[in-house]
């Protein structure tokens, strides 16, 4: 009995040990890298939308400070909320956006940020500082804006797409794609009814549910990061996406083009933020002011296809691109941001989400 | 004798009250438990909205079973009588796809199953009308029996294997043919096989996930990821979660106590 005992002991030792060692999920890689000679040692947990950063900048930095960069992914901001509700991650940096930002700062799960440590705060453009989800700008640094619209496949499409309708339409039934996410997913509909993105009306939030509905046969599938393969591959005609992976999928195939529809669309800012909880609060702040430098700024924003909220680096750009009308657009009527809904609306969100896809 | 064998059963003892009997009683605690942290049953009054997730779970993971059967049978049976590299070569060819990780495996049925797959590029090919199976249960359940088909096989060769040779010759001494044989004497005998091997593939496939977001595209939700949902997923209730969890045990465990009634009085029957 005695050596049970202490069998049970050992192995809660063992156990403990591994969970301080090991992230707690998603996909991740390792980039292990030997110590350089700054001041600030040690890991940092970094936890990032899928295909959303230069991974090499990680390796960089590791190598430029010493601080091995351990990163994983995740696919929409409601995955990272029950992460971080779910607990035993360790996670020192997060890229949630602007809504969940504020709602984290809300639900007292972020901590405020010593810009002492993030000089390169100084690059970020104005108009983005101080912004509604943060108000005093304690808790975020933006890492890239950007917004939604309409991919599509300009060979396979009857008539010319301006509206979010085309992805209710049932001539392509079985060819349109849709978020995998609620927030994005209602948005659209909301926006088709005329409604806000972020109305607390319970009657207007049914109603987009049902539109979703009567959309359920039409569509192929509730898709995120899949989509790249999907649309490039030319296997759905429509999908909504987010600008910045638009360009992407147009780089790959030449078929496909991308609309602001007419009802209006989302406008968006993913922002760093250090969760409560984080081990290495000093290092995530090196690895966020590194992101903001002018060589992070510059590879990630051409990775991603994203806008960036770097003064210099916006600079830098082509006009090709800074006028190419979808990175940067001139016309901004009818562009809405999330914002942080009442407890109970998130509930109603989530409730209406799962009888959507049961 | 009998306390030695407990204290080699020590770290497995702990394995499981660790994780197994611990995080089942977190389950059926979080499963009574609403947001508010007090007793409820409304987690489970919830679920009756979710009978069309649990009937498609059931009736995917009962189909994949019984294509996983009548593919794996006859080919167990074979592999049964062939000896030397025949086997070890069929055994080889049936594992392979085990080396390779799940998702890459559903991946890439992925890229064959859609609609410009690579099936689909075939069949242009030969001139026959492409097929629209990607997105569909069909697919779901397709990947499910090509995942599971090993669990199927294995258990019935095994057993197969060590049927007494001199029963089936008694048999056969006796008159019998070779049908008759096969009907009286080796079917019966292979029948614990058959239970483990409809037990491993049914109780995996209810709970199935990633294999219907992949080719179901997120349309045909089953049990998996509704449960998934509720803790990783796009919506956050662990209490809704658990309660789903529990009561899909709980219907596995019926029905596994209803297959085992067809095996009673065959031996060593749950393989888990």
């Not at chain 2, 890229?111 to 030969?126: A, D, P, V, Y």
């Not at chain 2, 509720?230 to 709980?250: D, E, H, K, R, W």
Request: net charge negative; proline share 4%.
């Amino acid at each position: 009995m005695k050596k049970n005992v202490i069998i049970l002991i050992a192995a809660l030792l063992l156990l403990a040990g591994c969970q301080s060692a090991t992230p707690a999920q998603g996909t991740q890689t390792d980039n292990a890298q030997s110590g350089g000679g700054t001041q600030v040692s040690g890991d940092v947990y970094v936890f990032n939308w899928g295909e959303y950063m230069d991974e090499e900048l990680n390796n960089a930095f590791g190598e430029a400070t010493g601080i091995q960069v351990h990163y994983s992914t995740y696919q929409n901001n409601e995955m990272l909320y029950s992460t971080l509700m779910g607990g035993g991650s360790n996670y020192d940096v997060i890229i949630p956006s602007d809504y969940m930002i504020s709602r984290m700062i809300e639900e007292d799960m972020l901590l405020t940020l010593d810009f002492a440590n993030i000089p390169n705060f100084a690059n970020i453009d104005a108009d983005l500082k101080n912004p509604a989800y943060d108000p005093e700008n304690l808790y975020s640094v933006p890492y890239a804006w950007g917004t939604v619209g309409i991919i599509y496949d300009t060979a396979r499409v009857s008539e010319p797409v301006d509206s979010w309708g085309a992805l209710f339409d049932e001539r392509y039934s079985g060819e349109i794609l849709m978020f995998d996410n609620p927030r994005d997913a209602f948005g659209i509909a909301l926006k088709l009814l005329g409604h806000s993105f972020n109305t607390t009306n319970e009657a207007e939030l049914r109603g987009a549910y049902d539109l979703m509905v009567t959309q359920k046969p039409l569509v192929q599938g509730y898709v995120m990061d899949q989509i790249f393969d999907k649309m490039e591959n030319g296997e759905a005609i429509l999908a909504p996406y987010y600008a910045g992976d638009a360009i992407t999928m147009m780089e790959t195939n030449e078929d496909l083009a991308f609309v602001f529809p007419k009802e209006g669309t989302n406008i968006f800012v993913d922002a760093f933020c250090i969760p409560k909880g984080a081990a290495n609060k000093t290092a995530a702040e090196k690895y966020i002011d590194y992101m903001c430098s002018y060589e992070a700024g510059l590879a990630n924003i051409d990775f991603t296809g994203y806008s960036t909220p770097l003064i210099d680096v916006y600079e830098s750009l082509d006009d090709e691109v800074k006028n190419d009308g979808i990175s940067y657009p001139e016309d901004m009527t009818g562009f809405e941001t999330f914002t942080n809904l009442p407890g109970w609306v998130n509930d109603l969100y989530a409730e209406l989400w799962t009888d959507l896809r049961k | 004798m009998k306390k030695r064998g407990g204290l080699l059963a020590a770290p497995y003892t702990v394995w499981m009250a660790l994780f197994t009997v611990i995080p089942m009683l977190l389950v059926v605690y979080f499963a009574f438990t609403g947001e508010d942290g007090r007793f409820t049953f409304g987690n489970f009054s919830q679920l009756l909205g979710y009978g069309a997730v649990f009937g498609r779970s059931f009736w995917l993971a009962a189909l994949a079973t019984v294509v996983c059967l009548a593919v794996g049978y006859p080919l167990a049976y074979a592999m049964s009588r062939e000896t030397g590299a025949v086997r070890n070569t069929a055994m080889l060819l049936l594992m392979l796809p085990m080396w390779i990780n799940i998702l890459l495996r559903t991946y890439a049925w992925m890229s064959i199953l859609e609609n410009k797959g690579l099936l689909n590029q075939l069949l242009s090919f030969l001139r026959l009308p492409p097929v629209r199976i990607i997105n569909t249960p069909a697919a779901v359940a397709l990947g499910m029996v090509y995942n599971y088909l090993p669990f199927m096989v294995l258990p019935i060769l095994t057993v197969i294997q060590k049927i007494d040779g001199s029963v089936i010759e008694a048999a056969q001494d006796l008159g019998g043919s070779q049908f008759t044989v096969f009907k009286r004497v080796i079917l019966p005998l292979s029948l614990p096989g058959v239970l483990s091997g409809v037990t491993m593939v049914f109780v995996p496939g209810v709970s199935t996930f990633i294999i219907s977001q992949l080719l179901g595209g997120g349309k045909s939700m089953m049990l998996g990821d509704l449960i998934e949902m509720q803790f990783l997923g796009s919506t956050y209730n662990p209490y809704l979660g658990s309660a789903i969890s529990l009561v899909m045990m709980v219907i596995v465990l019926i029905s596994m106590a209803v297959m085992n009634r067809f095996g009673e009085g065959e031996e060593e029957v749950m393989v888990l």
